[in-house]
């Protein structure tokens, strides 16, 4: 239904064939049905099993399958993250360790294709933040593998009690929220309403029928706020036993998992040794989350913590087309004016080393495009608020 409502956006099933097919994964197709619920049109994105048999899948097996992809970095690590925070939740579930935890959601082809596909489907659409309204919970009993569960599953209210996810009552005695759509809310998306333009509208249609539409909404803009102060949480550490390969992963992995800004800084340490200070920005409900990420993936034994206030310029995030293909570009706005233009990097070195050309002429056909084109809106965020 998430990724229903991004076709029905404007996503093109084609585009999202291609992404998808920058997997080693087999076995499905996709179809796009046009339907007509209590008067409101939208997209029921159906995944057909055309294989009927797939192989068993553990979490390590999903890792290589990324990891080996030709997605972009931002789709590969933040779909890894989502798959990963859904293994976590079920491995607590059941009581057993992550890595030989085993069950059919992991490994579906459809979610596989239902996460991948909505991440790369951001990505396609220049989403810079996923926004989400209070979660419908239906009721009632749910025949899994496992038995009879109580709605929600399990594994679906221990992800939205992990980022303290707010939630509504909802009348349909069924399951109206797969562990699934919640990993990708809980890992993605802020609860929130930000004041905004509305661009666009799409709804999303699930299988099941009700007396009123069973949809996701999503809607598609600008954030209003041109400049302003913040609120954020600044985490860091010191280390002094930690590899090169080891910050960047860890690095990497921050930012896939929410952090606004990653740096380190070379420092001087006690009996002389050379070390670094880790630091991340992050919005105070990404906190929590990134401190127990760092605290895994590093040697340090503890992590600062404390609230810090931020200034910010205005952004607009968005897609050009340059000779080569698409690109995203960042824009930093003043006074209501643009002030500059900055391509993403990954995108640029993408065209340069499949097209065999100079990277800085990519990045200057990109600011090219851009400086052609003024956002009708004026400076903002894209945002995407998805309710039901």
């Known amino acids: 239904m998430l990724l229903g409502a991004l076709v029905d956006l404007g996503l093109p099933l084609n585009t999202l ?18 339907e007509v619920r209590c008067g409101v049109s939208g997209t029921r994105l159906l995944v057909r099993d055309i294989a009927r048999a797939h192989p068993a899948r553990h979490l390590p097996d999903i ?18 993250a989502v798959l990963e925070r859904l293994a976590r ?5 059941h009581g057993v360790p992550i890595e030989e935890v085993h069950f059919h959601e992991i490994g579906a082809v459809d979610t596989l294709v239902d996460v991948v596909g909505f991440v790369a489907g951001l990505e396609r659409l220049g989403v810079a933040e996923v926004f989400a309204s209070p979660v419908p919970l239906g009721s ?9 569960l109580p709605v929600p599953a399990p594994a679906t209210i221990a992800l939205l009690a992990e980022v303290n996810a707010p939630t509504r009552p909802h009348p349909a005695q069924t399951e109206i929220l ?24 799409g709804y999303g249609f699930g299988e099941k029928e009700f007396p009123w539409p069973n949809a996701v909404r999503a809607w598609l803009g600008e954030r209003e706020e041109m400049t302003g102060r913040e609120e954020v949480v600044l985490l860091e550490c010191n280390l002094d036993d930690a590899t090169g390969e080891l910050l960047g992963y860890v690095m990497e992995r921050l930012f896939a998992a929410g952090a606004l800004d990653v740096w380190f800084v070379p420092v001087q ?3 002389s040794r050379p070390g670094v200070v880790l630091s991340a920005l992050a919005r105070p409900e990404r906190a929590d989350a990134l401190v127990g990420l760092i605290l895994r993936e590093t040697p340090t034994l503890g992590v600062r913590v404390r609230p810090v206030e931020r200034v910010v310029a205005g952004r607009a995030e968005r897609a050009v087309e340059t000779p080569w293909g698409s690109v995203r570009v960042k824009e930093k706005w003043l006074e209501g004016k643009r002030v500059s233009i900055s391509p993403e990097y990954e995108d640029c070195a993408r065209i340069a080393r499949e097209r065999g050309i100079p990277l800085e ?11 052609d084109r003024t956002p ?10 998805s309710s039901c």
Do not use: Q, W
């Open 17 to 34: 064939r291609e992404d998808l097919a920058k997997m080693d994964l087999s076995g499905y197709d996709l179809e796009v049905v046009r």
């Open 63 to 80: 890792r290589r399958l990324l990891e080996t992809s030709r997605l972009s970095p931002n789709v590969r690590d933040r779909s890894l």
């Open 89 to 93: 939740a079920e491995a607590r579930v």
């Open 140 to 148: 009632g009993m749910i025949r899994t593998e496992h038995g009879l």
């Open 178 to 201: 797969t562990p699934t759509a919640a990993a990708l809310l809980a890992e993605l998306a802020t609860f929130a309403y930000p004041p905004m333009r509305v661009r666009a509208v």
């Open 269 to 271: 340490m006690k009996k």
């Open 361 to 371: 002429e990519v990045y200057a056909a990109a600011r090219e495009a851009a400086t």
């Open 376 to 385: 009708a809106a004026g400076p903002s965020l894209d945002s995407c608020a």
